[in-house]
């Protein structure tokens, strides 16, 4: 029996350094992974009793990576303090993102996973790296995310947000040494869908001590940092205040920073930050709707692509659309910089390029490429070029015809998911009621 798969009968986006287009192309998943990419009738010809998913002209494309996001920010819809509304970047955590996170429990943690995840399969988001934090249900936390990822499906890094703010910095410690520890041990295959980091929250909530202890033990577990950086003025503000120095000097200083870590924002930086970017190898994040929405800043995304730095994109919990994210990303700097020549090609760099590279190194195995030896990420766009498409033009394509045209078909690691548009094995329903349930429970505590 053959558990051959074949996206076929659409045009293939292989994306990569190859970066090929076929006309009537299809693509061969075998165990998790692409074992080929071509022409349709040649594919058929290696599989002639695959499984197969009739793309219907559409374009079979990698699933897209989203390098920042909150699972645990699912509670949060039509949830909104008021009298007055938070003005303040610190005030948005301290009476709407802080109170939250405290008031989450085990289950809640669970179905705070499932829900976007589920979003993620319906976008075409097929990898995450996802930033969790639940002050007062840390222990055992990731574990409850991991739980929701294997359900679902979807490629998963989870780390906890180690944090001084309760005066529970050990704890977050501990947390992140307990989960990696569990991912290491596991087989490869299974580490190829589910990883870890080790998470901070930001520069201003973790003093020196926690994040020495912080740094030793990522580095006896040969991990990186993923951490919220100078998203808001303040951060830079409070760290200059306690500790005289920037951001990420500060970070630099105490090794926080390196290949495998992640930045995120970078909002507030300066030319010497970046320089640190670079010289670390560190990658940045950018996260355009998150920063529009706390109105913090427009992060210098060009600036520090000039200078090297890897800049990948986030959505924060704004979205799970990575579609959405780069369109504004694109324009957000066209606004910022008052110049429409800017950040095109750069908004998809970022998305398209970087994204899979940072995943890349983190999951072991190669993410965002159609490829043979890649994993069998892939999606299908329901789009229908209107006018002549090669490889020249496909970026123009990309962001302002694909980026408008809804995801119909998401495999991940080999697996269906959505086809046709359509959940399959998801019942998506029982989980948002399940979740309406749990979130009643958790207003009264919020
Ligand atoms: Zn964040």
Known sequence: MSSDLIIGNGLVATLGEENRLIESGSVLVRDGRIEAVGKEEEIKALSPRAEYLD???????????????????????????????????????????????????????????????????????????????????????????????????????????????????????????????????????????????????????????????????????????????????????????????????????????????????????????????????TAAVHNPESNMNNAVGVAPILKMMERGVEVGLGTDAMTSNMLKEVQLANILQHLAEEDPRVAFCESCQILLENNPRIASRLFGVEVGVLKPGAAGDVIVVDYRPPTPINEDNFLGHFLFGVCESPVDTTVINGKVLLSKKELVGIDEPRIAARSRELAAEFLKRF
């Open 55 to 281: 793309a219907r002209g559409g374009l079979i494309m990698p699933g897209f990576i989203n390098a920042h996001h909150h699972l645990y920010s699912t509670f949060a819809k039509g949830l909104s303090p008021h009298d007055p509304p938070p003005y303040s970047f610190v005030e948005i955590l301290e009476r709407m993102w802080w109170p939250l996170d405290q008031a989450l429990g085990e289950e809640d943690i669970y179905y705070s996973g499932l829900v976007p995840l589920i979003d993620c399969v319906k976008k075409g988001a097929t990898t995450i790296i996802d930033h969790h934090e639940s002050q007062n249900y840390q222990l055992g936390s990731l574990d409850q995310l991991a739980r929701a990822a294997r359900e679902i499906g979807v490629r998963s890094s989870f780390c906890l947000g180690v944090s001084d703010r309760y005066g529970k910095g050990e704890e977050g410690i501990e947390e992140n040494i307990r989960f990696i520890k569990g991912v290491q041990a596991s087989p490869a295959g299974e580490r190829e869908m589910v990883t870890g980091m080790f998470g901070l929250h930001a520069a201003f909530t973790v003093n020196d001590e926690t994040l020495k202890r912080a740094v030793d033990a990522a580095g006896e577990l040969g991990v990186g940092f993923h951490f919220h950086a100078a998203e808001a003025a303040s951060d830079q503000e409070a760290n200059l205040e306690k500790y005289g120095l920037r951001v990420l000097e500060r970070l630099e200083k105490l090794g926080a920073l390196g290949p495998k870590s992640l930045a995120i924002h970078c909002v507030h930086i300066n030319e010497r930050e970046m320089d640190i970017l670079k010289a670390t190898g």
